[in-house]
């Protein structure tokens, strides 16, 4: 079930709100774990065994790491459970890829073939299987305390608002609001406002744009003219970023109302002045994760130029394997990982830190990874590539993929896409300081803006069926 759905907007979160405003302490946690759990057997029944078993499982690892004290079988405790955990993931989300990749192995050697299992992507396994390996590496490093209250456990994995999509949140940032937590009134209002601003940016815009660019996307390589390549690229760059950050700002307004404080996840990352730049603005929480859990422990940039670059290069191309099976994915990956490399050669330096060329260069990159990113196969990918540099510049008129609404929608993401509206804001919130009359004129309008925006919005949910999310293939 999406947050942007009617059966969600109208009923279930209002119900869930409620129900934890008033609920006491005592039961607070246990009413929000079973909630959460019929959040997620709404859209997946068939899965919730799958979403309590990863939650058991690493409750009694979590308990075995911090119980045995002697190294090597704290050791093997720390394994055994993130073996566990990756085992979980790799079967659902990699057994067809691994059996398809196989059979050509096999194909070149004989007529041998295997039968490719047919396995359903369970949702958000790739996000609440990454916090279970954060918790895990947590106790086992001494950075938390192990939970002992496998209910409390069991909804820091599978909270609702960031089970689907996350942001992944460690389980340190929710650890003392799992045991007391209050909304303040404050709490709600900057909730509110980031739950409306979330749905505008999926619905208002990642939507409008979405159409666009799977209109594009799926035009055939001769139907593919260098404009119509260009406008599907940049249709495709808007849908991500609104779909993905839309979706992380309802969840974090959401966690905000329920008495949790979620990590940013996002930063203007199309104002990036390099691929790092990039990584520190982008899915905060992913980049953190592995820059934690697997980029530091492997050396991280401690050792010689050489492993560095191993290192960069391994993190990358796992961290495309984490998005989807897909050998897309892991170009998307070494495409970041290269030019994460690039920017730290000494001949190489100057390019993130010229202004202007640095914004265009980290742009291009990213852009040309989203090709890979959201093409099905490396054959669609290289040609819709060569249409972006040597397509035809006549062919099928922009105006038949392009409404009025998908116009607007592109103007506003790419003024919403710099801190503009921000800094406009925080401006005028300044001049209102210390004035009570300017004061409340900017708050008034601050508030009739939001109700009209979740007017829209409310109104895009109601009357259009056409509500793609990215991230649920991940």
């Given at each position: 079930?999406?947050?942007?759905?009617?059966?969600?907007?109208?009923?279930?979160?209002?119900?869930?709100?409620?129900?934890?405003?008033?609920a006491?302490?005592?039961?607070?946690?246990?009413?929000?774990?079973?909630?959460?759990?019929?959040?997620?057997?709404?859209?997946?029944?068939?899965?919730?065994?799958?979403?309590?078993?990863?939650?058991?499982?690493n409750?009694?690892?979590?308990?075995?790491?911090?119980?045995?004290?002697?190294?090597?079988?704290?050791?093997?405790?720390c394994?055994?459970?993130?073996?566990?955990?990756?085992?979980?993931?790799?079967?659902?989300?990699?057994?067809?890829?691994?059996?398809?990749?196989?059979?050509?192995?096999?194909?070149?050697?004989?007529?041998?073939?295997?039968?490719?299992?047919?396995?359903?992507?369970p949702?958000?396994?790739?996000?609440?299987t990454?916090?279970?390996?954060?918790?895990?590496?947590?106790?086992?490093?001494?950075?938390?305390?192990?939970?002992?209250?496998?209910?409390?456990?069991?909804?820091?994995?599978?909270?609702f608002?960031?089970?689907?999509?996350?942001?992944?949140?460690?389980?340190?940032?929710?650890?003392?609001?799992?045991?007391?937590?209050?909304a303040?009134?404050?709490?709600?209002?900057?909730?509110?406002?980031?739950?409306?601003?979330?749905?505008?940016?999926?619905?208002?815009?990642?939507?409008?744009?979405?159409?666009?660019?799977?209109?594009?996307?799926?035009?055939?390589?001769?139907?593919?003219?260098?404009?119509?390549?260009?406008?599907?690229?940049?249709?495709?760059?808007?849908?991500?970023?609104?779909?993905?950050?839309?979706?992380?700002?309802?969840?974090?307004?959401?966690g905000r109302?329920?008495?949790?404080?979620?990590?940013?996840?996002f930063?203007?990352?199309?104002?990036?002045?390099?691929?790092?730049?990039?990584?520190?603005?982008?899915?905060?929480?992913?980049?953190?994760?592995?820059r934690?859990?697997?980029?530091?422990?492997?050396?991280?940039?401690?050792?010689?130029?050489?492993?560095?670059?191993?290192?960069?290069?391994?993190?990358?191309?796992?961290?495309?394997?984490?998005?989807?099976?897909?050998?897309?994915?892991?170009?998307?990956?070494?495409?970041?990982?290269?030019?994460?490399?690039?920017?730290?050669?000494?001949?190489?330096?100057?390019?993130?830190?010229?202004?202007?060329?640095?914004?265009?260069?980290?742009?291009?990159?990213?852009?040309?990874?989203?090709?890979?990113?959201?093409?099905?196969?490396?054959?669609?990918?290289?040609?819709?590539?060569?249409?972006?540099?040597?397509?035809?510049?006549?062919?099928?008129?922009?105006?038949?993929?392009?409404?009025?609404?998908?116009?607007?929608?592109?103007?506003?993401?790419?003024?919403?896409s710099?801190?503009?509206?921000?800094?406009?804001?925080?401006?005028?919130?300044?001049?209102?300081?210390?004035?009570?009359?300017?004061?409340?004129?900017?708050?008034?309008?601050?508030?009739?803006?939001?109700?009209?925006?979740?007017?829209l919005?409310?109104?895009?949910?109601?009357?259009?069926?056409?509500?793609?999310?990215?991230?649920?293939?991940?």
């Amino acid at each position: 079930m999406l947050f942007t759905e009617p059966a969600s907007l109208f009923v279930f979160l209002p119900l869930v709100l409620a129900m934890s405003r008033f609920a006491s302490r005592a039961v607070g946690n246990y009413l929000l774990l079973a909630l959460s759990l019929l959040f997620y057997a709404v859209g997946e029944p068939q899965h919730v065994p799958l979403l309590v078993l990863s939650s058991l499982l690493n409750y009694l690892f979590g308990i075995l790491l911090e119980d045995r004290q002697r190294p090597g079988l704290r050791k093997l405790a720390c394994g055994l459970g993130v073996g566990c955990n990756l085992a979980l993931l790799g079967f659902w989300k990699y057994s067809g890829f691994l059996a398809d990749n196989l059979n050509l192995l096999l194909g070149l050697a004989g007529d041998l073939q295997l039968q490719r299992p047919e396995i359903e992507l369970p949702l958000g396994i790739s996000f609440f299987t990454f916090q279970g390996l954060s918790y895990l590496l947590d106790v086992y490093s001494g950075q938390v305390k192990a939970e002992r209250n496998p209910a409390f456990l069991g909804l820091y994995i599978s909270l609702f608002p960031q089970l689907i999509a996350g942001p992944i949140v460690r389980f340190s940032d929710v650890a003392a609001d799992l045991r007391q937590r209050e909304a303040t009134l404050d709490d709600w209002s900057e909730g509110i406002r980031q739950f409306i601003l979330g749905c505008a940016r999926k619905l208002l815009i990642a939507n409008p744009v979405a159409e666009t660019a799977d209109a594009i996307f799926s035009l055939s390589d001769s139907q593919l003219s260098m404009p119509l390549a260009w406008v599907g690229l940049l249709a495709y760059a808007f849908q991500i970023y609104f779909d993905f950050s839309g979706y992380s700002a309802m969840a974090s307004g959401l966690g905000r109302m329920l008495g949790f404080r979620f990590p940013q996840n996002f930063n203007d990352p199309y104002t990036a002045t390099s691929v790092r730049d990039f990584w520190r603005r982008w899915h905060i929480s992913l980049s953190t994760w592995f820059r934690d859990y697997l980029y530091v422990p492997l050396g991280g940039n401690r050792v010689s130029p050489k492993r560095t670059t191993i290192n960069l290069m391994v993190v990358f191309l796992l961290c495309g394997l984490w998005h989807g099976a897909s050998w897309n994915f892991v170009v998307w990956g070494g495409i970041h990982g290269t030019f994460l490399t690039l920017e730290r050669h000494p001949r190489l330096q100057w390019l993130p830190r010229t202004p202007g060329v640095n914004r265009i260069y980290t742009l291009i990159v990213v852009l040309t990874g989203w090709v890979f990113f959201r093409c099905e196969t490396l054959s669609q990918s290289m040609a819709f590539l060569h249409a972006l540099v040597a397509g035809d510049s006549a062919g099928l008129p922009i105006s038949l993929f392009v409404s009025r609404t998908g116009m607007l929608a592109f103007v506003v993401a790419a003024v919403w896409s710099t801190p503009a509206f921000t800094l406009i804001g925080r401006r005028l919130n300044h001049l209102s300081e210390n004035r009570p009359g300017r004061q409340l004129l900017f708050d008034s309008s601050m508030l009739t803006v939001l109700c009209g925006i979740l007017l829209l919005s409310v109104s895009q949910a109601a009357a259009n069926t056409f509500n793609p999310f990215i991230y649920f293939r991940f």
